[in-house]
């Protein structure tokens, strides 16, 4: 069973950055895909990046793509999303997830493992 806790949320900017965290506990962390997805009032929980086990492979959505920098570190057990040139669009609830899975997918279903979120705002 794999426990996921997400920090560094917080309040910032437009214009400013933001690192936040997903540190791991449990059993096999670096053989699971990781992604972030996020979840803003009244809309869908969607996929704004994923990251394979190795690190090798990553995915972005088109309205976080060359803002967003997903990252892992495998001996610390824990995967980083870096946000810059942050946006009011881009307030919402982060939560990391896990899967074992060979081919990264954006279906939040197909994620066993969920961190409880980090709050991320975004002001004018």
């Known amino acids: 069973q794999v426990q996921l806790v997400e920090s560094g949320g917080g309040l910032v900017q437009a214009g400013g950055s933001l690192r936040i965290s997903c540190a791991a506990s449990?059993?096999?962390?670096?053989?699971?895909?990781m992604g972030w997805f996020r979840q803003a009032p009244g809309k869908e929980r969607d996929l704004i990046a994923a990251?394979?086990?190795?690190?090798?492979?990553?995915y972005y959505a088109d309205s976080v793509k060359g803002r967003f920098t997903i990252s892992r570190d495998n001996a610390k057990n824990t995967v980083y999303l870096q946000m810059n040139s942050l946006k009011p669009e881009d307030t919402a609830v982060y939560y990391c997830?896990?899967?074992?899975?060979?081919?990264?997918?954006?279906?939040?279903?197909?994620?066993?493992?969920w961190g409880q979120g980090t709050q991320v705002t975004v002001s004018s």
């Open positions: 997830a896990g899967a074992q899975m060979t081919r990264l997918t954006a279906r939040s279903s197909d994620y066993a493992y």
């Open positions: 449990g059993p096999s962390f670096s053989s699971y895909a």
């Open positions: 990251i394979n086990w190795s690190g090798i492979h990553k």
